[in-house]
């Protein structure tokens, strides 16, 4: 079977790097041949961090390259499509792009609230069902969790399929030591687009440095200060990731509680706790579903709770053991590119043949 896959960034981009990317080998040789046509390469991706935005032109050349990969859909059996293949187009005339070639629309973000959400009422008037209208002419649609499965059922997706994002468990080797024999070091990974979460942590931060002395490590966020905090802002890459995070003592994820959020699938969570690390978080989303409180990690619902279950975790290692061991099991039984990827084979498969919804055992809900 042959496979056009309209990734939305190239291997920099987070997202396309964990939906698509990572399972290309898996997928070929289970005899799944795909074709990769990112809409934002990696050039212009990296231009827009270092920049702040896109240049009018990338995006303009952006648009023309996509067009020019659907218009060869018809070499494919399936295409699968990362959140949308045509951004702010009409939803007709890119399903008019599509036509002919069954399709996969796979969501990771709750990118249908840039349109129903968006502050402009002629733009939640016109396109406020866009993705809907995308997801129901779907033949699948893998959701990255429930939030977004439960909008892809409501707007009428014949098959639907919870997909968390994964890791390959070869790249991330298990913590070996829990005790600290250094200052000890709190770790955030992420972009320059959602450091900004980060950010709103500075307070809690700062009142957790009068405690204790520790580094907060950034990864990828750019270069960052907060007042009274010692911070470590090291550059992202995908061969130094694991090794950045295993080195440390436990890994945060702060997220606001709005729609949006309710849409981001735990990523950073299953990254730390592959490593082994404990872990606190926002009870926002996915983070729901993929930290345990108590058992691998704790929620955070308050600045007074961020400065002080963070404390609590670095001044016990054995509690750190405890969470972080945890943790671990946890994503190789549920978050795990090697219990994942042949699920992800056998969907697109069917996907890319003539089964019809009413025939298979397809719609089901996933970890919760």
């Known amino acids: 079977m042959r496979v056009l896959v309209l990734a939305r960034y190239g291997q920099q981009g987070a997202s396309s790097r964990v939906r698509s990317f990572q399972y290309l080998s898996t997928l070929a040789a289970s005899g799944i041949k795909c074709e990769v046509s990112p809409l934002v ?21 952006a648009y023309a390259r996509r067009i020019v990969a659907m218009f060869e859909r018809g070499r ?26 069954p399709y996969v629309l796979d969501l990771d973000d709750a990118i249908f609230h840039n349109y129903d959400l968006h502050r ?22 893998l959701a990255g969790n429930r939030y977004l499965a439960d909008r892809a059922e409501a707007a009428g ?8 994002s994964v890791v390959d468990l070869a790249a991330y080797p298990l913590k070996a ?61 995908v061969e130094t990731e694991a090794a950045a995070i295993g ?40 983070n729901r579903d993929v930290l345990v409180e108590g058992v691998t990690g704790f929620f955070a619902r308050t600045h007074s709770d961020w400065a002080e279950l963070v404390d ?28 994942v990827a042949p699920k992800l084979v056998s969907l697109l498969t069917q996907a890319g043949g003539h089964l019809q919804a009413t025939s298979s055992p397809f719609h089901s809900g996933g970890p919760r």
């Open 41 to 61: 390469d990696d050039p212009i991706l990296l231009k827009k961090y270092r920049l702040g935005g896109y240049l009018p032109l990338d995006v303009l050349f």
């Open 76 to 101: 494919f059996d399936l295409v699968w499509i990362e959140k949308e293949s045509l951004p702010w187009f009409p939803v007709w005339l890119e399903r008019l792009f599509l036509h002919g070639r």
């Open 120 to 141: 402009v009422a002629a733009v939640r008037r016109l396109y406020g069902q866009r993705i809907d209208r995308l997801m129901a002419g779907a033949r699948l649609v």
């Open 157 to 164: 997706a014949p098959r639907v399929e919870v997909i968390p």
């Open 177 to 237: 030591n829990y005790g600290v024999t250094r200052r000890p070091v709190i770790v955030w990974i992420g972009s320059p687009s959602t450091v900004q979460y980060l950010l709103e942590l500075a307070k809690p931060l700062r009142l957790l440095a009068g405690r204790r002395a520790f580094t907060l490590r950034v990864i990828g966020g750019g270069t960052i200060t907060m007042q009274g905090v010692d911070v470590e802002a090291i550059p992202w890459s």
């Open 247 to 286: 080195e440390c003592d436990v890994g945060i994820m702060p997220l606001r509680d709005t729609p949006w959020e309710q849409g981001k699938c735990a990523y950073k969570l299953i990254q730390y706790m592959a490593c082994g690390l404990p872990t606190v978080a926002s009870p926002v989303g996915a």
């Open 312 to 339: 609590l975790v670095l001044s016990d290692p054995s509690l750190r053991e405890r969470l972080g061991k945890a943790g671990r099991a946890r994503v190789e039984a549920n978050y795990s590119l090697q219990q």
